[in-house]
Structure formats: C-alpha cells, structure tokens
C-alpha cells in the first residue's frame, strides 16, 4: 500500500518570502499522480497543483511550483512571494494512475503567515 | 456551479442514533468517495464507488454503510453512532484522469 509522509506538522514564513513544504510518498507503482491540495479555515479542499510522475517537468502554478524527485520519492511544494491568503493546511496526495482514482494523503503542514 | 454539495454541513447526535449525510454531484462524474478528517490527521478514506450501483471498502469503513443508487449521489449511513465517528466527512468526486472535486465538509459530533 501507498503511504504518503508530511514531516513538517507547522511552518511559518514572512509574507512576501518564500517557503518550501515537504512531502515524501512511498509506492512500487511506476505511474502515479501527487497533488498538492489547500485547507484553508473554511474548510474547503482546494486543489493547488498536480504532477503526473511520467512528466519530468515539474508542475508550475503561478506563485506555486513543485519540486519533483522520481527516484528520491519526493514532492516539495515551493510558494513564492507568500501572501496572507496562503495560510492554511496543505495536504500532500497521492493518486495511482490506474483503477479508482483513490487519493492517498499525508497528515498535513500548518502554513502561517507572517505580516 | 454546484460541483459536489455535501448536506448537512453540521449535525450533533447522541451515541447508539443513526443518520445518513447525502452528497449530491453535477458534474456526471463516475467516481464518488467519503472521506473522514480528524485532529492531526490528512484525510481517510472511508468507502468508494466507481460507478452507479457499486460501492468499496476504503481504509477506515468500519461503521459505515455507503449507497449508490443514482449516479450523482452518494449516501454515508452511521446505523449505530459512536463517540470515535465524531469527525469532518468530505465527500468527492472525479473522473478518470481528472483531480477530485470535493465538498465543503458536514461535522459531525457525536455525543
């Protein structure tokens, strides 16, 4: 069975800086897909970026861009110029590539922001 | 641009009750999932379904009964509600290749 590792429970950083969120993942699957989801206080799941594992590129969503280690088994989300609007919990995933599309997901990193 | 719709969004039962939390898509996805999220902990799955009429067992099902009936909903039933259900249940929904969609979550205390 997959299991997916977030080993940071809370990070904090100035607004305007940037931080990195690390997620590790483990799995004997070759092809896979790992999301980046946000929860912010109102409690909704919102996705942030995705990455299909057969794609060496790595993800890139505005401020937001991953850093994908096929080998390493690593998935770091990186947020630029943080905002106050980024706060939240962020939630690491991961997805096989074939059957029920089930989402696998890490215990989450608290996110603060600080003005 | 409903997406998935969870009802209710906040329910408090005493021990031994039942209920069922509904969740209702409109986006004709085939897959539908329930999800349990407590303190401290990412998301778990509860039961599954990857079509109309069918249902699976997640990680966490004991507990639970699921339903798919229609297409675009998926019912959680407690029969029996303990204090350890007490938790936030998100339903989803996706299609092969494409992100889930969630809703926005029914807390449940349990008392």
């Known amino acids: 069975a997959q299991t997916v590792t977030q080993s940071q429970p809370e990070m904090s950083v100035q607004e305007a800086e940037t931080v990195t969120l690390s997620c590790t993942y483990d799995?004997?699957?070759?092809?896979?897909?790992l999301f980046w989801y946000k929860q912010p206080p109102s409690r909704q799941m919102i996705l942030v970026i995705r990455?299909?594992?057969?794609?060496?590129q790595n993800a890139t969503e505005n401020r937001f861009s991953v850093n994908f280690q096929k080998a390493a088994k690593s998935f770091s989300l990186k947020i630029s110029d943080s905002q106050l609007g980024d706060a939240a919990m962020y939630f690491c995933?991961?997805?096989?590539?074939?059957?029920?599309?089930?989402?696998?997901f890490g215990q989450g990193t608290r996110l603060t922001i600080n003005p | 641009n409903a997406g998935v719709t969870q009802t209710p969004k906040f329910r408090v039962l005493k021990t031994g009750q039942s209920m069922t939390l509904l969740c209702a898509q409109d986006?004709?996805?085939?897959?539908m999932y329930w999800y349990r999220q407590d303190p401290g902990m990412g998301l778990r799955l509860i039961h599954y379904?990857?079509?109309?009429?069918?249902?699976a067992k997640g990680e966490v099902p004991d507990g639970y009964n699921v339903s798919r009936l229609k297409k675009q909903n998926f019912l959680l039933g407690l029969e029996s509600a303990a204090p350890s259900q007490t938790s936030v249940y998100f339903c989803?929904?996706?299609?092969?290749?494409?992100?889930?969609?969630f809703g926005d979550g029914t807390r449940l205390s349990i008392l």
């Open positions: 989803a929904s996706s299609r092969q290749g494409v992100a889930q969609h």
């Open positions: 799995t004997s699957e070759s092809d896979y897909y």
């Open positions: 990455q299909e594992a057969y794609k060496q």
């Open positions: 995933a991961y997805r096989s590539f074939q059957g029920a599309q089930k989402l696998v």
């Open positions: 986006m004709n996805h085939e897959y």
């Open positions: 379904s990857v079509g109309e009429g069918t249902t």
